[in-house]
T-cell receptor, first 114, second 111 residues
């Protein structure tokens, strides 16, 4: 079945640094990928929709300059958390669409900003 | 964004018991999907439903797409300890790329 690989699985960084998270579709091409944030014991909150070859679409309240998204190929989208702060600590999950509508998720990245 | 109402919020059951959870919405969806999320991992797709009234099974799991297209349910029969996790429903609409997620049902299976 479809597989989405997310890297790294966890990262600890110092406040003020930037962190890049990668999301790859391994056996299918994904023109659209999605980035979510999940707080403990809560559901997934959509942050942005990543579109191959064009700008990402951000959900209301999500700072596009802080959460930079690049979707340079049909199998790779990256999320960069710029100038990270402790409040950015969270579980970030990507997903990719395997047509017609099935959505497959990566294993998530636990970000801890100290 | 829009969230679906999922119930129950959490369940504690004995191993071997059946489980039922459901998801409702005030709007119509064209697709319903059910996911399971283990701690520290991403959600894994369990069942996808594409037509109103559709009943689909995947092993001990059975899910149905409500006839009104505003709800769906998931049943797990003869639960086992590895069924523990959080189950999310998700609804999709034609023309929309993303899915709308339920609030999750946390399942605990007591051996």
């Amino acid at each position: 079945g479809a597989v989405v690989s997310q890297h790294p699985s966890w990262v600890i960084c110092k406040s003020g640094t930037s962190v890049k998270i990668e999301c790859r579709s391994l056996d299918f091409q994904a023109t659209t990928m999605f980035w979510y944030r999940q707080f403990p014991k809560q559901s997934l909150m959509l942050m942005a929709t990543s579109n191959e070859g064009s700008k990402a679409t951000y959900e209301q309240g999500v700072e596009k300059d802080k959460f930079l998204i690049n979707h340079a190929s049909l199998t790779l989208s990256t999320l960069t958390v710029t100038s990270a702060h402790p409040e950015d600590s969270s579980f970030y999950i990507c997903s990719a669409r395997d047509p017609p509508l099935d959505l497959h998720f990566g294993n998530g990245t636990r970000l801890t900003v100290t | 964004g829009q969230q679906l109402n999922q119930s129950p919020q959490s369940m504690f059951i004995q191993e071997g018991e059946d489980v039922s959870m459901n998801c409702t919405s005030s709007s119509i969806f064209n697709t319903w999907l059910w996911y399971k999320q283990d701690p520290g991992e991403g959600p894994v797709l369990l069942i996808a439903l594409y037509k109103a009234g559709e009943l689909t099974s995947n092993g001990r799991l059975t899910a149905q797409f409500g006839i009104t297209r505003k709800d769906s349910f998931l049943n797990i029969s003869a639960s086992i300890p590895s069924d523990v996790g959080i189950y999310f429903c998700a609804g999709g609409k034609t023309g929309a790329n993303n899915l709308f997620f339920g609030t999750g049902t946390r399942l605990t299976v007591i051996p």
